[in-house]
Nanobody, 120 residues
Framework: QVQLQESGPGLVSPSQTLSLTCTVS??????????WSWIRHPPGKELEWMGG???????YYNPSLKSRTSISRDTSKNQFSLQLRSVTPEDTAVYYC????????????WGQGTQVTVFS
C-alpha cells in the first residue's frame, strides 16, 4: 500500500520559512500518472491545495501562494519537500502531503498530516 509521511518542525517564527518533507513508500514519485502535492487545512477554513509535481518533476502552484512556495524532490530518497517563505500566523494549519492521479484535483492517498504553528 502507498504511505506518505510528513516531517519537519511544528513551530516556525513569522517571516521565516516553513519547510516540510514527505517520505513516500509503496509507490515511486517518478511513476507515470502519479502527481505529488501539498495541501493544508487552516483552523476554521477550507482545505487549500498549495502545489504539486508531476512524475517528471514539473511543478505547479496555487496562484495565491506561488510567490512564496517552492516544491522540490529527491528521487533517490523517494521524497518531496515544501518550502513556504515569509510565513505569517495565517499560515498556521495542518499540512498534508498527498498523492494525485492524473490531475491535481483528486487525493488518492494522504499523509497523516502535521500541525505547523506560526508564532513568536
Amino acid at each position: 500500500q502507498v504511505q506518505l509521511q510528513e516531517s519537519g518542525p511544528g513551530l516556525v517564527s513569522p517571516s521565516q520559512t516553513l519547510s516540510l518533507t514527505c517520505t513516500v513508500s509503496g509507490a515511486s514519485i517518478t511513476a507515470s500518472d502519479d502527481h505529488w502535492s501539498w495541501i493544508r487545512h487552516p483552523p476554521g477554513k477550507e482545505l487549500e491545495w498549495m502545489g504539486g509535481q508531476v512524475h517528471d518533476g514539473g511543478t505547479y502552484y496555487n496562484p495565491s501562494l506561488k510567490s512564496r512556495t517552492s516544491i522540490s524532490r529527491d528521487t533517490s530518497k523517494n521524497q518531496f519537500s515544501l518550502q513556504l517563505r515569509s510565513v505569517t500566523p495565517e499560515d498556521t494549519a495542518v499540512y498534508y502531503c498527498v498523492r494525485n492521479r492524473r490531475t491535481f484535483n483528486n487525493y488518492w492517498n494522504w499523509g497523516q498530516g502535521t500541525q505547523v504553528t506560526v508564532f513568536s
